[in-house]
């Protein structure tokens, strides 16, 4: 029975040390934007979004990971006359308003992984997300973006930045040793502003 208990112990410790090293991973994402309130707006806030990550696992549970994901852009219009915030700073406009935006940033986190079985196990992604996003208004009435007001035919412009918190949830299921195809779903935070993603991977381990 202890022959049979060191080899056991000696089976688990390799299969550890073997979920070991470097990954790369590439997504595809299907993204819906929180814009806050959009009353009055026609707006279109779903994308498809792309990124690629890049880690370190360093056993079969815990890992880190890095990269960066481009979330697509939204766009809004409206007409009359409509007031909110959007991306972060206030507006007014009276006429026809068109805003788009667009965000992307790199990405910085931890990694959890639980196998079930040698094929198939879930993971779990938490960490920091530093973004940038660029905003564009077009108006032909009045419009008032940023603390900034603009009259006639006018084009307004504006970006935002800053660091927030990401974090997922998703499934993996192993093709052969090496590749993997896998599903999952990632929330973005930038500012008010809240992505939701419906993800797609591959991932090639080394």
């Known amino acids: 029975m202890k022959k049979l208990m060191v080899m056991a112990a ?3 410790v390799a299969g550890a040390a073997s979920a070991q090293g470097a990954f790369i991973e590439g997504t595809v994402g299907f993204g819906k934007a929180d814009l806050g309130d959009t009353s009055g707006f026609s707006v279109d806030n779903k994308d498809t979004n792309l990124g690629f990550t890049a880690g370190y696992m360093f056993n079969k549970y815990i890992g880190v990971e890095a990269g960066y994901r481009d979330l697509g852009s939204v766009s809004a219009t409206a007409s009359g006359t409509v007031t909110g915030t959007y991306y972060g700073s206030p507006f007014s406009a009276t006429g026809t308003l068109n805003a788009s935006a667009d965000a992307n940033g790199w990405l910085l986190g931890v990694r959890g992984n639980l196998p079930i079985n ?4 879930l993971n779990a992604r938490l960490g920091w997300f530093n973004w940038d996003a660029d905003a564009k208004a077009t108006a032909s009435g009045t419009l008032t973006y940023g603390g900034t007001v603009y009259a006639g035919n006018v084009t307004a412009t504006g970006s935002d930045s800053g660091t927030d918190i990401y974090y997922g949830l998703g499934a993996n299921y192993n093709v052969t040793k090496q590749v993997g195809v896998g599903v999952g ?8 502003v809240k992505v939701d993603s419906w993800d797609i991977n591959v991932n090639y381990r080394f």
Do not use: N
């Not at 779903?185 to 008010?192: A, G, I, P």
């Open 10 to 12: 000696g089976l688990l």
């Open 118 to 121: 040698e094929k198939f196990s």
């Open 185 to 192: 779903y990632t929330k973005f935070k930038l500012d008010d």
